[in-house]
C-alpha cells in the first residue's frame, strides 16, 4: 500500500470518526436518556458489518447510516433506541448478519424495528402492481406495529435524496417519484412538515430540473427585492401584539418551489400571480381570558385593524384542522 493510499484510509476514518461524535455530541444534546455505550456499540458493529462497501458517492457505506441516525436524532427529535436502529437500519439487508443477530446483541425492540425496516427495503414500486400493491402495504402495516419504523425509513429515504444527485438518471426519476407519491404524503400526516417540504422540493427539482431551477431563479429576486420589507412590515402588528399583553413569536416564511409550482398547476397561473410567496406567522401563548380558538380571532381581529384584509384569502385551520393535526387561522 504506498503513502497515497495509506492516507486516504487515514482520512477516510478520521472522517467516520468525526461524523460519529457529532451525532453523539447532538444526541448529548437533547433531552433522552445518555445511552451512549449503546449507540456506540451499534456504531461499530454497523461500521464492521459495512467495512469495505462504498456509495454511489465514493464516500464509506457507513456515512450513509450514520446520516440517517443524525436525521433520527436531530431533525425529527427520537432518542437511543431509535438511533441505533438507524444505525444499524441496512446490516441485515446488505451483509449476511441477520435479525437474530441484531436481536442477541441489541434486544427486542431495535431488533424488531431494524426487522421492519428490512421488510420495507429497496423500492415501494416493484417490477409488478402486485408487488407495489404488497410492498405499500407492509408500510402500513409497519406503521401500526411501531410508528419508529417509518420514521427511520423517511429519514433514510431523506437522506438518500440528498444524495441523488450521484445516481443514475433513470433511477433519479424512479426515486423522485417514489417520494414524492409515497414518502411526502406520510412525513406531512406525521406532522415533519419541514421534511414534507424538503422531500417534495428534491423530488421536484430531479423530475422537472429547469422549471425548479426557474422558479427557484424567480422567487430568489423577490426575496431580494423585498429582503427590508417584512421587517417594516411587522412593526405595527409587534406594537399592536404587545399592547394586548401577548407573549409571541414572528416568523417570515418563504413558499416552497415546489408549493409554488403546485398553484400555479392548479390554478393555471403564471408565477407573477402567485401572491403568498413570503408570509408572515405568528405564534403565541394563549392567557386565561379566553379559549385560544376566541383568541386567535381576537388578534386576526386587530390585525385587519393595522391591514386591510382579503376576504377570499382567509384560511380557517381552527375550525376544520388539516389532516395532519395542524391548526391556524
Request: hydrophobic share 40%; aromatic share 10%.
Amino acid at each position: 500500500m504506498d503513502n497515497y493510499e495509506e492516507r486516504k484510509i487515514i482520512d477516510e476514518e478520521a472522517t467516520i470518526n468525526a461524523a460519529f461524535q457529532e451525532l453523539l455530541d447532538i444526541y448529548l444534546a437533547s433531552q433522552h436518556r445518555k445511552k451512549v455505550e449503546l449507540i456506540t456499540k451499534a456504531f461499530n458493529f454497523a461500521r464492521q458489518a459495512h467495512k469495505g462497501v462504498r456509495r454511489h458517492s465514493g464516500e464509506p457505506y457507513i456515512m450513509h447510516p450514520l446520516a440517517v441516525a443524525r436525521i433520527v436524532c436531530k431533525e425529527i427529535g427520537l432518542g437511543s433506541t431509535s438511533i441505533c436502529a438507524a444505525l444499524l437500519h441496512d446490516v441485515v439487508e446488505d451483509t449476511d448478519y441477520t435479525v437474530d443477530d441484531i436481536k442477541n446483541l441489541f434486544g427486542d425492540k431495535i431488533a424488531g424495528i431494524v426487522d421492519g425496516l428490512t421488510k420495507i427495503s429497496g423500492g415501494v414500486f416493484g417490477a409488478h402492481a402486485s408487488e407495489q400493491a404488497e410492498n405499500f402495504k407492509k408500510l402500513l402495516l409497519t406503521m401500526s406495529e411501531d410508528i419508529r419504523v417509518i420514521l427511520i425509513k423517511i429519514a433514510d429515504r431523506l437522506h438518500n435524496m440528498r444524495t441523488l444527485e450521484f445516481m443514475q438518471v433513470n433511477k433519479q426519476y424512479k426515486i423522485a417519484g417514489e417520494t414524492l407519491y409515497i414518502y411526502a404524503p406520510i412525513a406531512y400526516r406525521l406532522g415533519l412538515s419541514k421534511i414534507k417540504t424538503e422531500l417534495e422540493n428534491l423530488s421536484f427539482k430531479y423530475e422537472h430540473p429547469e422549471l425548479y431551477a426557474e422558479i427557484e431563479a424567480k422567487l430568489a429576486k423577490v426575496k431580494e427585492v423585498q429582503a427590508g420589507y417584512f421587517e417594516e412590515f411587522a412593526k405595527p402588528i409587534h406594537r399592536k401584539l404587545t399592547m394586548m399583553g401577548y407573549s409571541y413569536k414572528m416568523y417570515s416564511r418563504t413558499k416552497s418551489v415546489y408549493s409554488i409550482y403546485k398553484k400555479m398547476t392548479k390554478k393555471g397561473v403564471p408565477f407573477e400571480q402567485i401572491y403568498d410567496l413570503l408570509a408572515a406567522r405568528i405564534v403565541f401563548e394563549p392567557t386565561s381570558d379566553f379559549s385560544e380558538k376566541d383568541q386567535c380571532w381576537m388578534i386576526y381581529s386587530a390585525l385587519t385593524e393595522i391591514y386591510r384584509p382579503h376576504p377570499e384569502r382567509i384560511r380557517d385551520w381552527i375550525s376544520m384542522p388539516k389532516a395532519n393535526g395542524y391548526e391556524a387561522l
